[in-house]
C-alpha cells in the first residue's frame, strides 16, 4: 500500500507539471489558429496583397504582412515559422524564430512546403509534416491560392519545455505509429510509449521509467521520468516485502490466540460488509459486537455508509439534473430550420454573386457551429460567451444585410468569471426571435458590471433590446412561475435559468422586465 501510495503521488506531481506546459502550448495553438485566419481573412495588408496580384506594387504589403509575422513570433515562441506562398504568382515569405538558428534547414523548409502546396492537397485542420529529421505540427490557410502556414518545431518544443520547466524528465510527443520528439531518448533507454493507455500512469522498462501522457490535437504529449532507479528508498520499499511478511508471521503467532476471541469475529463481520459494498450493495450494515472500541468503530462504519449512500443519491441527482439542463441548451443550438435558413440566404447570396457577404457567412457560421458542437466544458468565461454573442449577430447581419446591433461592455472584473456555455447566447437568440418582426434595426445591448454590496463582490448581467417586450401576462409568469411556464416560454429561457441555478444556487437570481423592450437582469455573487 505504501509503494501504490508513492506512486500515486509521484505521479500526480508529475502530471500537474504536464498540465501547466500542457495548457500553455494548447493556449500557444489556439492563439496561432486565431493569428492565421485573423491574418488570411482580416489583414488589410493580406487583401492588398491579393488584390494587387500581378502587379510590382505590392510588394510593401509583403515587408507588411512579414512584420506581422515577426511580431507574432515574439510573443510565441514555441512556433518556428510563419510562411506565406502565392502559387500563383511564385510569390514566397518566411519569417523563423529568432532564437533557434535554423541555418540552411530554413531554405530545406521552405522548398518542402513549396512542392507539398502546389502537389498535394492540404489537410484540414492541424497535422503532422515530417522535413528531414525533424517533425512539424502544421497549419496551412488559402484564400485565393495565396497560403499562410505556422509551424511547430516539436523536437525544440520539447527542448523549450525542458529549459523553461526545469523538468527532469523529458518531454516527448508521438502518437500510434512514430515518435516527434526525443526519438534518441526513447529508443536508448527501451522505453516503451502505450499510445492506447488513458490511466494516470504506466511504467516502462521494468519501472525504470514512468510515464504520464495526454491527448493533444491528433497525437499525445508525455512526460517521462525516471523512478526505480531514482531512489534508493523506492529500492528498499520494493525489495523489503519479504522482510516484513516474516515479521507479521512472527507477530501474528504470538497474539493469535488472543486476537480470535477479541478482534477476529467483529473484524470479519467488517471485512464481509466491506466486500458487499464493494459489490455495490449500500445496504448492508454491521451488527455491534466486540469490544467497547470495536462498537464505537461498528457505529462509525455504520454512520458512514449512511452517509455515503444519501451523498450518492444527492451526486446521481444532481448530475442527471446537470446532464439534462445540458441536453436541453444543446438541443436549443441543433436547430435545422435555423441552419437551413442560413445555408438557403447562403445560396441566395452565391445567385447574386456576392462573394465577400458569402465569405463572412461562412467564417460566422462556421465559428458558431464550432462553438455550439465542440463544446464540452460545464463553464467557459464570460469574455467568450460574449464573443460568440457578437458572432451570431454578425452571422445574421450578414446574411441579412445589418437588421440587427449589439452593443456589449464589460467590466475589467467580470471578464473571466465562468458561465454556463450556450447561455447568454440563448437569451440573444431569443431577442432575436421575438424583436425581428418590428420595423427598423433591432438594438442589442449586453452590460456586464462587477459591482460590490455588503461586502460582496457582485457581477450583474443586463441583456436588453428596443423590441417589444415581453407581454404583461408571461412577465409574472416569468419572475414567479419559471419552472412551470415551459409551454409559454419553450426551454430556452428555462434552461439557461435552471443551469445558471444549478451552478451558482443561492448566489444566483433573475429578473425580468420591459424597459424600452424586453430586459433580463441576472445578478451572480463571485
Not at 9 to 33: G, H
Not at 77 to 98: C, E, H, I, K, M
Not at 258 to 284: C, H, T, W
Not at 515 to 525: D, S, V
Given at each position: ?18 498540465q ?14 486565431v ?30 504582412i ?5 511580431e507574432?513570433?515574439k ?14 504568382t511564385?510569390v514566397?515569405g ?18 518542402s ?44 518544443a ?7 520547466y ?32 488513458d ?10 521509467y ?20 531514482s ?13 516484513y511478511?516474516?515479521l507479521g ?18 473484524m ?5 460488509a ?14 455491534e459486537q ?11 462504519f ?11 443519491i ?17 438541443k ?32 460566422y ?23 460568440m ?12 444585410s ?31 426571435k ?11 445591448r ?10 460582496r463582490?457582485?457581477?450583474d ?7 417589444p ?10 419572475n ?17 435559468i ?29
Amino acid at each position: 500500500m505504501a509503494i501504490k501510495q508513492i506512486e500515486q503521488q509521484i505521479a500526480k506531481s508529475n502530471n500537474a507539471s504536464l498540465q501547466v506546459y500542457y495548457n500553455t502550448l494548447q493556449s500557444e495553438i489556439e492563439r496561432s489558429e486565431v493569428f492565421i485566419t485573423n491574418t488570411v481573412y482580416h489583414n488589410d495588408a493580406f487583401d492588398q496583397f491579393l488584390a494587387l496580384r500581378g502587379d510590382p506594387g505590392r510588394s510593401p504589403f509583403v515587408g507588411e504582412i512579414m512584420d506581422r509575422f515577426s511580431e507574432e513570433l515574439k510573443d510565441n515562441q514555441d512556433v518556428a515559422a510563419y510562411l506565406l506562398y502565392d502559387t500563383g504568382t511564385g510569390v514566397r515569405g518566411s519569417v523563423f524564430n529568432s532564437i533557434v538558428g535554423y541555418g540552411s534547414v530554413k531554405e530545406e523548409i521552405t522548398d518542402s512546403f513549396g512542392t507539398f502546396l502546389e502537389e498535394e492537397e492540404v489537410p484540414l485542420g492541424w497535422f503532422i509534416k515530417r522535413i528531414g529529421s525533424r517533425s512539424f505540427l502544421c497549419r496551412v490557410m488559402e484564400r485565393d491560392n495565396t497560403f499562410v502556414v505556422g509551424i511547430y518545431d516539436l523536437p525544440q518544443a520539447s527542448k523549450n519545455a525542458k529549459l523553461f520547466y526545469s523538468y527532469e524528465g523529458e518531454i516527448v510527443f508521438f502518437n500510434n505509429q512514430e515518435i516527434f520528439s526525443n526519438e534518441d531518448f526513447v529508443q536508448k533507454n527501451g522505453i516503451y510509449l502505450n499510445y492506447l493507455d488513458d490511466s494516470d500512469y504506466y511504467f516502462s522498462n521494468s519501472k525504470n521509467y514512468m510515464v504520464v501522457q495526454k491527448q493533444l490535437i491528433h497525437f499525445k504529449v508525455a512526460l517521462i521520468s525516471e523512478f526505480y532507479n531514482s531512489s534508493v528508498v523506492l529500492k528498499f520499499l520494493y525489495m523489503s516485502p519479504y522482510l516484513y511478511i516474516a515479521l507479521g508471521f512472527v507477530t501474528v503467532w504470538i497474539l493469535i490466540g488472543y486476537l480470535k476471541s477479541i478482534l477476529f469475529r467483529p473484524m470479519d463481520s467488517l471485512v464481509q460488509a466491506m466486500q458487499k459494498i464493494e459489490e455495490g450493495d449500500l445496504n448492508v450494515r454491521v451488527e455491534e459486537q466486540g469490544g467497547r472500541e470495536f462498537q464505537k468503530v461498528q457505529q462509525a462504519f455504520n454512520h458512514m455508509i449512511s452517509e455515503i449512500t444519501t451523498l450518492k443519491i444527492k451526486s446521481y441527482e444532481q448530475q442527471i439534473a446537470r446532464e439534462k439542463a445540458q441536453l436541453y441548451a444543446l438541443k436549443m443550438q441543433i436547430r435545422p430550420h435555423f441552419f437551413l435558413n442560413c445555408l438557403k440566404s447562403i445560396f441566395g447570396l452565391a445567385q447574386s454573386e456576392k462573394i465577400g457577404q458569402i465569405q463572412k457567412a461562412v467564417v460566422y457560421l462556421g465559428t458558431h457551429l464550432r462553438y455550439v458542437f465542440d463544446q464540452q466544458s460545464d463553464l467557459i468565461p464570460l469574455e467568450k460567451e460574449m464573443q460568440m454573442c457578437e458572432n451570431y449577430i454578425e452571422l445574421h447581419r450578414s446574411i441579412e444585410s445589418g437588421r440587427a446591433e449589439i452593443h456589449i461592455s464589460m467590466d475589467e472584473g467580470v471578464r473571466m468569471m465562468k458561465v454556463p456555455p450556450v447561455s447568454c447566447l440563448t437569451l440573444i437568440e431569443n431577442c432575436m426571435k421575438h424583436g425581428m418582426a418590428q420595423d427598423g434595426t433591432l438594438q442589442i445591448r449586453i452590460d456586464a458590471r462587477s459591482l460590490e454590496m455588503d461586502g460582496r463582490h457582485l457581477a450583474d448581467i443586463v441583456i436588453r433590446d428596443n423590441g417589444p417586450g415581453f407581454p404583461e401576462e408571461l412577465l409574472s409568469e416569468l419572475n414567479h412561475h419559471l419552472d412551470e411556464t415551459a409551454a409559454l416560454t419553450g426551454v430556452g429561457i428555462r434552461n439557461v435559468i435552471q443551469r445558471f441555478r444549478l451552478i451558482y444556487g443561492e448566489d444566483f437570481a433573475v429578473q425580468f422586465s420591459n424597459q424600452g423592450g424586453a430586459k433580463i437582469n441576472l445578478m451572480i455573487q463571485i
